[in-house]
């Protein structure tokens, strides 16, 4: 479905268990996949491409908001069928690349199930830092949820891509739950340095797209956690 003119959901591919959502991009004439799913993804994303009439070889990137395996499940499928780069925060990059060992989860529950679900690794060819560009998205840091979190900025849409740090549950911005946070008190920091861009769309990892003021909400939200 596309959000805006450029932005489309891949809604065939969130119909997983952990309903993460998955963003094509359009940037002239590259196409930029933001997140994967989990795994198995790879066909419904390549059909969604086809359906609005463009190729799998015009998606030159595949972005990685992080590296938990509901956002880089269907990476390695997708990088082979489309000979896309694969883009991450120097930070999670070694998670993604299957160089170091995922850092545990607080959750029990998660914990046993991480150690036998455990997504297929890819190299990574681009190691994103704050600020670098692709294709019409600014890469913003935002260490907390895991280590290499970012956001992606399209400025002249005026649309924030937040990945896990921040969600839209239909009524309110909230952050990730806490048992799938790294870092809280870096997360906090990063969801302040969010709330300091203007952007009208908030396009999260889960939970549905916040359509109209969204950098509005995200500063009551910074706001009601510091009354807390
Ligand atoms: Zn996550
Ligand atoms: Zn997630």
Redesign the pocket.
């Known amino acids: 479905m596309e959000i805006i003119e450029g932005i489309h959901r891949i809604d065939e591919a969130s119909s997983n268990l952990a309903h993460s959502n998955v963003y094509l991009v359009i940037s002239g004439k590259e196409l930029v996949v933001v997140d994967t799913g989990m795994s198995g993804n790879a066909k419904k994303i390549v059909h969604y491409i086809q359906k609005i009439g463009h190729q799998p070889s015009e998606v030159s990137a595949i972005v990685l908001t ?1 590296y ?1 395996m ?2 880089m499940g269907s990476v390695k499928e997708l990088k082979d069928v489309t000979n896309a780069k694969v883009a991450v925060h120097v930070d999670d990059a070694d998670f993604v690349a299957g160089k170091k060992p995922f850092p545990k989860p607080k959750n029990v529950l998660l914990r046993a199930v991480s150690s036998f679900i455990k997504p297929t690794p890819v190299d990574v060819d681009v190691l994103l830092n704050d600020g670098d560009i692709i294709g019409d998205l600014t890469v913003v840091a935002t260490p907390g ?2 280590p290499g979190s970012i956001a992606l900025f399209d400025a002249q849409r005026r649309a924030l891509f937040t ?2 740090t921040l969600r839209f549950d239909g009524t309110k911005v909230t952050g ?1 739950p806490e048992q ?1 946070t790294w870092d809280s008190e870096k997360e906090k920091q990063s969801i302040q340095k969010l709330s300091a861009l203007d952007f009208d769309i908030m396009l999260p ?1 889960h939970g549905e797209i916040l359509k109209a003021d969204a950098s509005k909400k995200v500063r009551e939200f910074v706001d009601s956690q510091r009354k807390t």
């Open positions: 992080h938990h509901d956002h949820h895991s990945g896990d990730a799938y990892g």
